[in-house]
Structures are given as structure tokens and as C-alpha cells.
């Protein structure tokens, strides 16, 4: 035990050396004003690769590196080591030599931030198996009221969105609606009937959804129903056949998408030799990826013609009153429309773009720092560990499409509505728990 301790802190000092240098590599070329763009890019591929092989025993880190490598694949084979017909001559817009080099390295460092935090927490023996497979509690009175009201709530989203009709609900409501059936999926999972009516509800959901080329949508939560039934059945190498199969869907739901957006309304538009030949022309890379990695580029560069306190309090409105509120009680730009004003993009842009343009590297600090912690959540996950946490993981790996590629506002404010709904679902549970803590403190005093 002594000698694999020993094995795994030199394993650790040998990253916190590379990590080190390469930090300082990043800043040195960056004042000099050379760019090896390609160089990093690389770096970050093989970065990914050694920490999926390396986290390959753990089911959720396993998946969740899988889809940020296949995310940052997309991005590094398309506009770094290769160049692909699409968005080719609208990158000759960028106005400023270093706006790829910083996008890349900016991407770089969040991710030897965010995977640095789990460094010491590192165990080649920890034992991941039956996170959610293990009984849970019966549930009081109350709790079941709240989650069949949950359920009664996405029924009437799912069957007023695709059939009713009868009020307007919004794109952001659709996508938070996944918070509810998160919890339903969790805490119905022991009982037969409701965990597969669930089964129905997510499929419908999904049918519901892929009308408007709703592939996000889709996906997140079929992701949360692989997390808590079958991430602890499969092996690493049937994650990533099955991820592959499921890549090859993902694409033919886009190019569905696409022809219902540009009115080309009929499947047969798209046939399996069409699909393959795209995804081949494509580099098998994910359009949807490398579209918003262009977006980010764009909100890095407009970061030049904004003032600093500008900058500032967009991210002020954005971390307040936007976050708690929406767009209609605040004054909050958000940074693709900013960013359009100044060039042609489809929307989206990977977060570290965000944080760069509001604070520049000091942001790509900040937000490495923030997933790291829920990374590190996903990592120490234990079989007794509290709902809240299992709950948690299950949230932000599923909706890691989003927040990475999107937007950190399913990061962000989605985190804080869950926090919401679990503090709603469990009051009666802090209440007892507080009785009891108040009559121990009772009792100790009258000890003393």
C-alpha cells in the first residue's frame, strides 16, 4: 500500500511539474506575441486522453471526459491541426493575431485548473459500484406530494409543448424542466412502475423536443437515466462503442434539425450514405462544437472593444439579477448578441470564453477553480454519500452540452433552482434534523 502511495505522489509531482511549465510556456509565448496555436491544441488533446485513461475506473468521470474530449477533439481537428469547408473564410474576420492562441489556451488552462483540485483525492482502488443502486428510504407523505406535483408539472410542459398549446412556454423553460425529472428518475428508481412510466415521460419528452432540432434537450435527460441506471454496468470500452453509436445519431438529429430550419421539411433529405459522407468530410467532428468554439472566438475578440468596467458589470447583471431573474429583470447583454454586432456567428461559445472576456486569464482561474469542486464531487462520489451530491452529479454531467458549449447559465442558475427544489423537496427532513440538533444542544447544556 505503502509502495502504490509512493507510485501515485511521484505520478502527481510529474503533473504539477507539467502543468507548471507549461503554464508558464503559455504566458511567455503570449508576451512575446508567438503563437503556436496547433502546439497547445495538441497539448490539450493529449491532456484529455491521459485523464480518461486515468479516470477510466470511475464510471462518471469516465463519461464526462469522454464527451469534453470528443467535444475539444472537434474543435482541435477542425480549426488547429486541420481545416474543414465550413467556417473557413469567416475566420479571416478576426481582427486580432492571437484571438485562436488565446481561445485555446484559455481552454487549456481551465481544464489543468479544474483536474488539478482532484490531484490529491486520486485513488486506483476506490470502489464507484452501486452509487445509486442501493435502497432508498421510504418516502414521507409530504416529499411524495412535491414530486407527484413535480410530475403533474412536466406532464402538462411535455404535453403542452408538442400537443396543447395552451400557454406559450419558452425554450428555457423546456430545458430547466430536466431539473424535475432528474429528481423524479432518482427518487422513483426503486419502485417498478414509476421508474419505467419515467422511462415513457423521457422519451416523450424527446419526441417532443427533436421537432425543432432540440438535440441538447434530447440528450440531457437520457444522459441523467444512463447515469443512475447503467453507468456502473458497463465497462469503459462498451461506454465508448455505444458513445460512438450515439454520436452517429446525434449528427443525423442535426441534419434533420438543419432541414427543418432551412424548410427542407422531410427525412428522406437525409439518407445513411448523405450522413456518413458529412461526418467523414467532418473529420467525425461535432458541428455543434467547433459552430460554438467559433462564437467564443468571437466574444474574445469583442472583449477589445469593450471598456474593463463594462465588462464588469456585465458580469455583475449576469451573476444577479439575470441569474435569479431571466433577461427581463435585468439590463444583461449577453455576449453573442454583444459579439454579433461585430461578426456573423450561429450563437452558443464554450464557457471559457465567457469568464475571458470578464476577466480575462484571472476568469479562466475562476471558473477552473468552480469545476473543480463539482468535479471533485463527481469523483469522491460514495454510496452513502447524500442525495443532494448524487443529485448534483447527475445535473452537471447532464447538462455539460450546455454550460460547456452553450452557455455557464445551466451551470450557474440551474444549480441554484436545483438547490431550490431540494431545499422544498427535504424542509421537513432540515426541520427534524434541526429539532434534533437544538434538543442535543439542550441536553449538553443542562450536562455542563
Same mark, same amino acid.
Given at each position: 500500500?505503502?509502495?502504490? %502511495? ?17 503554464? #508558464? ?8 506575441? !508567438? ?7 495538441t ?20 463519461f ?30 478576426? %481582427? ?20 488539478? @483540485? ?12 452501486? $452509487?445509486?443502486?442501493e ?10 406530494l ?10 402538462f410542459? @411535455? ?7 395552451? #400557454?406559450? @412556454? ?13 429528481f ?11 421508474k =419505467? ?11 417532443s ?15 441523467? @437515466? ?12 462498451? $461506454? ?6 450515439? $454520436?452517429?445519431?446525434?449528427? #443525423?438529429?442535426?441534419?434533420?434539425g ?15 450514405? =448523405?450522413?456518413?459522407? #458529412? ?11 467547433y ?11 469583442? %472583449?477589445?472593444? $469593450? ?56 476568469? !479562466? ?13 463527481? =469523483?469522491?462520489?460514495? %454510496? ?22 452553450y ?7 440551474g ?18 434534523n ?15
Open positions: 500500500m505503502k509502495v502504490l %502511495k509512493k507510485k501515485l505522489d511521484i505520478k502527481n509531482n510529474i503533473e504539477i511539474i507539467f502543468l507548471i511549465v507549461i503554464t #508558464v510556456l503559455i504566458f511567455l509565448l503570449y508576451f512575446l506575441k !508567438i503563437y503556436p496555436s496547433w502546439l497547445f491544441a497539448i490539450l488533446l493529449i491532456f484529455d486522453i491521459y485523464y480518461l485513461c486515468k479516470f477510466r475506473n470511475n464510471p462518471f468521470l469516465f464526462l471526459l469522454l464527451c469534453i474530449l470528443y467535444f475539444d477533439y472537434s474543435v482541435v481537428i477542425t480549426r488547429y491541426l486541420f481545416n474543414i469547408s465550413e467556417f473557413s473564410s469567416i475566420y479571416s474576420t478576426l %481582427k486580432y493575431a492571437s484571438t485562436k492562441y488565446i481561445g485555446i489556451t484559455s481552454l487549456l488552462l481551465m481544464h489543468f485548473v479544474s483536474f488539478y @483540485i482532484l490531484r490529491k483525492k486520486y485513488d486506483a482502488n476506490y470502489n464507484f459500484e452501486n $452509487v445509486f443502486n435502497t432508498s428510504s421510504k418516502l414521507s407523505r409530504y416529499k411524495s412535491i414530486l407527484y406535483i413535480m410530475l403533474c408539472g412536466v406532464i410542459i @411535455i404535453a403542452n409543448n408538442r400537443f396543447l398549446n395552451i #400557454v406559450n @412556454i419558452s425554450e428555457s423553460i423546456l430545458e430547466y424542466t430536466l431539473i424535475p425529472i432528474i423524479l428518475v432518482y427518487y422513483f428508481r426503486n419502485n417498478k412502475v414509476l =419505467y412510466f419515467m422511462y415513457v415521460v423521457v422519451i416523450i419528452y424527446a419526441i423536443t427533436i421537432h425543432i432540432g432540440g438535440r441538447i434537450t434530447i440528450l440531457q435527460p437520457l444522459i441523467s @437515466i444512463y447515469l443512475i441506471f447503467y453507468a456502473e454496468k458497463f465497462k469503459a470500452k462498451n $461506454v465508448i462503442i455505444a458513445f460512438v453509436i450515439g $454520436v452517429f445519431a446525434f449528427t #443525423v438529429a442535426g441534419l434533420y438543419d432541414n427543418l430550419e432551412y424548410n427542407t421539411d422531410k427525412f428522406e433529405y437525409t439518407n445513411i450514405k =448523405y450522413d456518413i459522407d #458529412v461526418m467523414l468530410d467532418r473529420k467525425l467532428a461535432l458541428d455543434t462544437s459552430s460554438a468554439y467559433w462564437t467564443g472566438l468571437t466574444i474574445i475578440e469583442t %472583449k477589445n472593444r $469593450v471598456q474593463t468596467l463594462e465588462r464588469y458589470k456585465n458580469f455583475a447583471e449576469y451573476a444577479t439579477l439575470y441569474t435569479i431573474g431571466g433577461q427581463g429583470f435585468s439590463s444583461y447583454k449577453k455576449l453573442p448578441e454583444l459579439s454579433h454586432k461585430y461578426y456573423i456567428h450561429y450563437y452558443g461559445g464554450f464557457i471559457n470564453s465567457y469568464f475571458y472576456f470578464w476577466f480575462g486569464y484571472l476568469g !479562466i482561474l475562476l471558473i477552473g477553480i468552480a469545476l473543480g469542486f463539482f468535479n471533485r464531487n463527481v =469523483y469522491t462520489i460514495k %454510496k452513502n454519500s447524500s442525495d443532494f451530491r448524487k443529485i448534483l452529479l447527475v445535473y452537471y454531467i447532464s447538462t455539460l452540452p450546455r454550460w460547456y458549449l452557455e455557464p447559465s445551466a451551470l450557474i442558475r444549480t441554484l433552482l436545483l438547490c431550490i427544489c431540494y431545499f422544498i423537496l427535504n424542509i421537513e427532513d432540515i426541520k427534524i434541526r429539532k434534533k440538533f437544538q434538543e442535543l444542544i439542550n441536553s449538553e447544556s443542562k450536562l455542563c
